[in-house]
């Protein structure tokens, strides 16, 4: 998986042939792809394999059945970066409130390291220098990294 978060949206014209699907899963490989909307899916009820032949099984998905022989979206997410929430399905859209995973928790890290600098500071201990409190931020990410959080070392990695 990459690092970058990398988004594709492409009208593929039907993906009702393995092959199809295949051509489309090679291609979101070979960019890694981590956010993909999918158009023109032409498939009325997505089931978990064709889902996962066609966006491999690092996935989920949220999808919306094609009415006929036209229309169908499909909205896959890599979940080791993604953490989607609040999926909606029009008749001819889709939406959903999607959040990088890991960014939460290094907002907080670096608020509560600089919190302890102001405290450092206001209660007359040694102070850092900004480049110095940049070293400290580091390497208490680095930390986190090592103690195994996956996701601040996926989102770190992308710096």
């Not at 393995?18 to 979101?28: C, I, W």
């Not at 909307?37 to 094609?66: H, R, W």
């Not at 993604?82 to 907080?108: H, N, Q, Y």
């Given at each position: 998986m990459s690092s970058l978060p990398t988004c594709f949206v492409?009208?593929?014209?039907?993906?009702?042939?393995?092959?199809?699907?295949?051509?489309?899963?090679?291609?979101?490989v070979q960019e890694r792809a981590?956010?993909?909307?999918?158009?023109?899916?032409?498939?009325?009820?997505?089931?978990?394999?064709?889902?996962?032949?066609?966006?491999?099984?690092?996935?989920?998905?949220?999808?919306?059945?094609?009415?006929?022989v036209s229309s169908g979206i499909l909205l896959g997410w890599n979940?080791?970066?993604?953490?989607?929430?609040?999926?909606?399905?029009?008749?001819?859209?889709?939406?959903?409130?999607?959040?990088?995973?890991?960014?939460?928790?290094?907002?907080?890290?670096?608020g509560w390291l600089i919190w302890k600098e102001r405290n450092a500071r206001t209660f007359g201990r040694d102070t850092t220098s900004p480049a110095g409190l940049q070293v400290v931020i580091q390497e208490e990410i680095h930390a986190w990294c090592l103690t195994g959080y996956k996701h601040l070392r996926t989102l770190m990695a992308a710096t």
């Open positions: 492409w009208n593929v014209r039907g993906l009702n042939g393995r092959a199809r699907r295949n051509v489309v899963r090679e291609f979101l981590t956010l993909v909307c999918i158009q023109e899916t032409k498939i009325s009820v997505m089931c978990n394999s064709i889902a996962n032949e066609t966006l491999g099984t690092a996935f989920d998905y949220g999808y919306v059945p094609a009415i006929g979940t080791d970066m993604w953490a989607v929430s609040e999926v909606a399905k029009g008749r001819f859209s889709i939406s959903a409130k999607i959040a990088r995973r890991g960014f939460d928790s290094l907002f907080f890290l670096i």
